[in-house]
T-cell receptor, first 114, second 110 residues
Framework: KAGVTQTPRYLIKTRGQQVTLSCSPI?????VSWYQQTPGQGLQFLFE???????NKGNFPGRFSGRQFSNSRSEMNVSTLELGDSALYLC?????????????FGPGTRLTVL | QKEVEQNSGPLSVPEGAIASLNCTYS??????FFWYRQYSGKSPELIMF????GDKEDGRFTAQLNKASQYVSLLIRDSQPSDSATYLC??????????FGRGTSLIVHP
Protein backbone atom coordinates (compact mmCIF):
# COMPACT_ATOMS: atom_id res chain seq x y z
CA LYS A 1 0.00 0.00 0.00
CA ALA A 2 1.43 3.38 -0.97
CA GLY A 3 2.25 5.75 1.85
CA VAL A 4 1.28 9.35 2.42
CA THR A 5 2.56 11.63 -0.30
CA GLN A 6 3.16 15.35 -0.11
CA THR A 7 3.93 17.90 -2.77
CA PRO A 8 6.00 19.86 -3.25
CA ARG A 9 8.88 18.61 -1.15
CA TYR A 10 10.65 21.96 -1.01
CA LEU A 11 9.44 25.52 -1.37
CA ILE A 12 11.10 28.88 -1.15
CA LYS A 13 8.85 31.92 -0.83
CA THR A 14 9.21 35.53 0.23
CA ARG A 15 7.38 37.35 2.98
CA GLY A 16 3.85 38.33 2.11
CA GLN A 17 3.33 35.61 -0.46
CA GLN A 18 0.98 32.70 -0.04
CA VAL A 19 1.58 29.01 -0.45
CA THR A 20 -0.48 25.86 -0.98
CA LEU A 21 0.72 22.45 0.09
CA SER A 22 -0.85 19.19 -0.97
CA CYS A 23 -1.24 15.83 0.74
CA SER A 24 -2.56 12.50 -0.49
CA PRO A 25 -3.35 10.07 2.33
CA ILE A 26 -2.89 6.34 2.41
CA UNK A 27 -5.61 4.67 0.39
CA UNK A 28 -8.66 4.15 2.58
CA UNK A 29 -7.61 6.65 5.22
CA UNK A 30 -10.20 9.35 5.67
CA UNK A 31 -8.56 11.53 8.29
CA VAL A 32 -5.79 13.93 7.37
CA SER A 33 -3.91 16.00 9.92
CA TRP A 34 -1.38 18.75 9.37
CA TYR A 35 1.55 19.60 11.61
CA GLN A 36 4.22 22.23 11.70
CA GLN A 37 7.63 21.21 12.93
CA THR A 38 10.33 23.67 13.90
CA PRO A 39 13.47 23.18 16.00
CA GLY A 40 12.18 25.62 18.59
CA GLN A 41 8.59 24.42 18.99
CA GLY A 42 8.72 20.80 18.00
CA LEU A 43 5.75 19.16 16.31
CA GLN A 44 2.64 21.30 16.56
CA PHE A 45 -0.83 20.34 15.42
CA LEU A 46 -2.46 22.63 12.86
CA PHE A 47 -5.78 20.99 11.97
CA GLU A 48 -7.46 17.75 11.08
CA UNK A 49 -9.94 16.99 8.34
CA UNK A 50 -12.32 14.08 8.13
CA UNK A 51 -14.91 13.59 5.40
CA UNK A 52 -14.21 17.05 4.00
CA UNK A 53 -14.88 18.72 7.36
CA UNK A 54 -12.42 20.33 9.71
CA UNK A 55 -12.88 18.32 12.86
CA ASN A 56 -10.07 19.61 15.06
CA LYS A 57 -8.02 22.76 15.03
CA GLY A 58 -4.81 23.72 16.74
CA ASN A 59 -3.75 27.09 18.00
CA PHE A 60 -2.58 28.77 14.81
CA PRO A 61 -3.68 32.09 13.28
CA GLY A 62 -6.28 32.28 10.57
CA ARG A 63 -3.56 32.68 7.94
CA PHE A 64 -3.32 28.91 8.10
CA SER A 65 -6.23 27.16 6.46
CA GLY A 66 -6.96 23.87 4.85
CA ARG A 67 -9.50 21.79 3.06
CA GLN A 68 -10.17 18.22 2.14
CA PHE A 69 -11.62 16.87 -1.04
CA SER A 70 -14.04 14.01 -1.57
CA ASN A 71 -11.15 11.66 -2.39
CA SER A 72 -9.60 12.52 1.02
CA ARG A 73 -6.75 14.47 -0.51
CA SER A 74 -6.04 17.60 1.45
CA GLU A 75 -4.48 20.98 0.87
CA MET A 76 -3.10 23.47 3.31
CA ASN A 77 -2.78 27.15 2.56
CA VAL A 78 -0.72 29.77 4.32
CA SER A 79 -1.37 33.38 3.36
CA THR A 80 0.76 36.45 3.99
CA LEU A 81 3.82 34.42 4.79
CA GLU A 82 6.06 35.47 7.66
CA LEU A 83 9.67 34.54 8.33
CA GLY A 84 8.52 32.46 11.29
CA ASP A 85 6.49 30.23 8.99
CA SER A 86 9.69 28.60 7.79
CA ALA A 87 9.28 25.00 8.91
CA LEU A 88 8.74 21.42 7.92
CA TYR A 89 5.04 20.89 7.26
CA LEU A 90 3.93 17.35 7.81
CA CYS A 91 0.76 15.67 6.78
CA UNK A 92 -0.43 12.52 8.51
CA UNK A 93 -3.29 10.22 7.66
CA UNK A 94 -5.13 7.81 9.86
CA UNK A 95 -8.05 5.45 9.87
CA UNK A 96 -9.93 6.43 13.00
CA UNK A 97 -12.69 4.41 14.57
CA UNK A 98 -10.70 1.22 14.27
CA UNK A 99 -9.23 1.64 17.70
CA UNK A 100 -5.77 2.58 16.59
CA UNK A 101 -5.98 6.27 15.65
CA UNK A 102 -2.42 5.76 14.54
CA UNK A 103 -1.05 8.53 12.39
CA UNK A 104 1.22 7.84 9.45
CA PHE A 105 3.31 10.72 8.24
CA GLY A 106 4.24 11.83 4.77
CA PRO A 107 7.75 12.99 3.87
CA GLY A 108 6.90 16.62 4.56
CA THR A 109 7.23 19.89 2.72
CA ARG A 110 10.18 22.05 3.69
CA LEU A 111 9.07 25.68 3.45
CA THR A 112 11.61 28.46 3.58
CA VAL A 113 10.38 32.04 3.81
CA LEU A 114 12.90 34.72 2.86
CA GLN B 1 2.41 23.62 31.07
CA LYS B 2 3.71 20.94 28.78
CA GLU B 3 1.44 17.94 28.47
CA VAL B 4 3.96 15.42 27.17
CA GLU B 5 7.46 15.62 28.52
CA GLN B 6 10.63 14.00 27.25
CA ASN B 7 14.25 14.55 28.15
CA SER B 8 15.80 16.18 25.11
CA GLY B 9 19.08 14.32 25.57
CA PRO B 10 21.22 13.47 23.84
CA LEU B 11 21.20 9.99 25.27
CA SER B 12 24.43 8.29 24.30
CA VAL B 13 24.78 4.50 24.50
CA PRO B 14 27.36 2.08 23.14
CA GLU B 15 26.50 -0.30 20.35
CA GLY B 16 24.85 -3.44 21.70
CA ALA B 17 23.55 -1.79 24.86
CA ILE B 18 19.95 -1.20 25.90
CA ALA B 19 18.68 2.32 25.29
CA SER B 20 15.90 3.48 27.60
CA LEU B 21 13.75 6.42 26.56
CA ASN B 22 11.14 7.89 28.86
CA CYS B 23 8.05 10.02 28.49
CA THR B 24 5.60 11.44 31.04
CA TYR B 25 2.18 12.88 30.37
CA SER B 26 -0.19 15.06 32.32
CA UNK B 27 -3.69 13.81 31.50
CA UNK B 28 -4.78 10.77 33.48
CA UNK B 29 -7.48 10.14 30.90
CA UNK B 30 -4.94 9.50 28.15
CA UNK B 31 -5.74 6.45 26.16
CA UNK B 32 -3.26 5.79 23.37
CA PHE B 33 0.51 6.04 23.42
CA PHE B 34 2.86 6.04 20.46
CA TRP B 35 6.56 6.05 19.78
CA TYR B 36 7.91 7.53 16.57
CA ARG B 37 11.45 7.65 15.28
CA GLN B 38 12.63 10.61 13.27
CA TYR B 39 15.93 10.73 11.44
CA SER B 40 17.44 14.11 10.79
CA GLY B 41 15.70 15.78 7.86
CA LYS B 42 13.08 13.06 7.60
CA SER B 43 9.51 12.66 8.79
CA PRO B 44 8.47 10.67 11.87
CA GLU B 45 7.91 6.97 11.36
CA LEU B 46 5.83 4.88 13.70
CA ILE B 47 7.71 2.35 15.82
CA MET B 48 4.88 1.05 17.94
CA PHE B 49 1.82 1.93 19.97
CA UNK B 50 0.50 0.71 23.30
CA UNK B 51 -2.86 1.05 24.98
CA UNK B 52 -2.77 -1.17 28.06
CA UNK B 53 -0.62 -1.16 31.15
CA GLY B 54 2.39 -3.39 30.93
CA ASP B 55 4.90 -4.26 28.26
CA LYS B 56 4.53 -4.68 24.53
CA GLU B 57 7.37 -6.14 22.54
CA ASP B 58 8.12 -5.83 18.83
CA GLY B 59 11.48 -7.15 17.78
CA ARG B 60 14.21 -5.19 19.53
CA PHE B 61 11.70 -2.65 20.81
CA THR B 62 9.66 -2.85 24.00
CA ALA B 63 7.14 -0.23 25.05
CA GLN B 64 6.21 -0.04 28.71
CA LEU B 65 3.14 1.77 29.97
CA ASN B 66 2.31 2.66 33.56
CA LYS B 67 -0.90 4.67 33.69
CA ALA B 68 -0.86 5.03 37.46
CA SER B 69 2.49 6.81 37.27
CA GLN B 70 1.66 8.44 33.94
CA TYR B 71 4.71 7.40 32.07
CA VAL B 72 5.53 5.41 29.00
CA SER B 73 8.95 4.21 28.03
CA LEU B 74 10.67 2.66 25.05
CA LEU B 75 13.49 0.16 25.40
CA ILE B 76 15.73 -0.59 22.46
CA ARG B 77 17.75 -3.77 22.90
CA ASP B 78 21.02 -4.44 21.10
CA SER B 79 21.21 -0.79 20.02
CA GLN B 80 22.75 -0.17 16.61
CA PRO B 81 24.29 2.99 15.15
CA SER B 82 21.34 3.02 12.73
CA ASP B 83 19.07 3.58 15.75
CA SER B 84 20.61 7.02 16.20
CA ALA B 85 17.69 9.38 15.75
CA THR B 86 15.19 11.48 17.65
CA TYR B 87 12.44 9.51 19.35
CA LEU B 88 9.07 11.18 19.72
CA CYS B 89 6.49 10.16 22.27
CA UNK B 90 2.87 10.91 21.38
CA UNK B 91 -0.20 10.63 23.57
CA UNK B 92 -3.86 10.98 22.74
CA UNK B 93 -5.77 12.70 25.50
CA UNK B 94 -9.13 14.41 25.21
CA UNK B 95 -9.34 13.82 21.50
CA UNK B 96 -7.75 11.24 19.31
CA UNK B 97 -5.37 13.87 17.97
CA UNK B 98 -2.01 12.99 19.50
CA UNK B 99 0.07 15.46 21.45
CA PHE B 100 3.76 15.04 20.77
CA GLY B 101 6.66 15.47 23.09
CA ARG B 102 9.70 17.40 21.92
CA GLY B 103 11.66 14.20 21.44
CA THR B 104 14.79 12.58 22.83
CA SER B 105 17.92 12.47 20.72
CA LEU B 106 19.59 9.06 20.84
CA ILE B 107 23.19 8.49 19.78
CA VAL B 108 24.49 4.95 19.49
CA HIS B 109 28.26 4.95 19.17
CA PRO B 110 30.29 2.03 17.84
Amino acid sequence: KAGVTQTPRYLIKTRGQQVTLSCSPISGHRSVSWYQQTPGQGLQFLFEYFSETQRNKGNFPGRFSGRQFSNSRSEMNVSTLELGDSALYLCASSLPREGTDTQYFGPGTRLTVL
Amino acid sequence: QKEVEQNSGPLSVPEGAIASLNCTYSDRGSQSFFWYRQYSGKSPELIMFIYSNGDKEDGRFTAQLNKASQYVSLLIRDSQPSDSATYLCAVTMRSYIPTFGRGTSLIVHP
